[in-house]
């Protein structure tokens, strides 16, 4: 059996997958701040749901979101320890990723700065 090799019209570079691709670039970059305006949004509207049912869901709600903003931090982590691109490419990847950890990291902050407000006072009180 022979094999044939057939040409490839694209020729793929590590930037060029899943992991250099423009969705995954706003995945990484925004992770931390869509994980703070979920947090701060849900949190508004579960309070009179919490407060009726004496069911605590900020605290849970805060940590997981917390994760998602950390997990965000953690892919670009990842991708800035991989040297995809050459010369300014490389600069400007390495500069998203930078950016992306520092935000996932900031706003992950954030999120557990408001929960704790949580754990201080009681969002039922009138």
């Known amino acids: 059996m022979v094999a044939l090799r057939v040409p490839t019209l694209v020729k793929r570079t590590p930037s060029s997958d899943a992991h250099g691709s423009i969705g995954f670039f706003l995945v990484r ?12 949004q849900v949190n508004y509207v579960l309070v009179p749901w919490q407060c009726a049912h004496q069911v605590p869901v900020v605290l849970p709600l805060a940590l997981t ?20 691109a ?7 990847e390495r500069f998203i990723a930078d950016l992306g950890m520092g935000t996932a990291l900031l706003f992950a902050l954030v999120i557990l700065m408001q929960a704790s407000a949580a754990l201080i006072v009681d969002g039922c009180l009138r």
């Open 65 to 84: 979101l917390t994760l998602l903003s950390l997990v965000g931090g953690a892919l670009s982590w990842r991708a800035r320890r991989l040297h995809g």
């Open 86 to 92: 050459s010369g300014r490419k490389q600069n400007t």
């Open 29 to 40: 970059l925004l992770s931390g701040p869509l994980s703070w305006a979920i947090a701060t």
